[in-house]
């Protein structure tokens, strides 16, 4: 089995910015490849939405709210991807999820996700 543990999310007044980490751990050393990565969010009272994605070839995608703010990258080498958010808004309130599409073998692709970490974005 393998964990994605967020990291980084906090209170921050608006125009600020946070840079949200995501590991994969456990059992890494089965893992034959991580595909795509993301991040999304979810604020009180709303469904879920997706804020970002990376895939293994480093080609991004963002939602139309965070374009030009928020930036993802990804450490392969750490099966780590980050989330930095620049001019945060007070919108960009929610808990903050990662995501990984991760394969044991050639064949076989499953999806993880974090257990989220609070982002507080005060006006």
């Known amino acids: 089995q393998v964990q994605l543990v967020e990291s980084g999310g906090g209170l921050v007044q608006a125009g600020g910015s946070l840079r949200l980490s995501c590991t994969a751990s456990?059992?890494?050393?089965?893992?034959?490849?991580?595909?795509?990565m993301g991040w999304s969010r979810q604020a009180p009272g709303k469904q879920r939405e997706l804020v970002a994605t990376?895939?293994?070839?480093?080609?991004?995608n963002y939602a139309d709210s965070v374009k030009g703010r928020f930036t993802i990258s990804r450490d392969n080498t750490k099966n780590t991807v980050y989330l930095q958010m620049n001019s945060l808004k007070p919108e960009d309130t929610a808990v903050y999820y990662c995501?990984?599409?991760?394969?044991?073998?050639?064949?076989?692709?499953?999806?993880?996700w974090g257990q989220g970490t609070q982002v507080t974005v005060s006006s």
């Open positions: 990376i895939t293994d070839g480093s080609s991004t």
């Open positions: 456990g059992s890494i050393f089965r893992i034959f490849r991580i595909n795509t």
């Open positions: 995501n990984a599409d991760v394969m044991f073998d050639a064949r076989h692709e499953d999806n993880y």
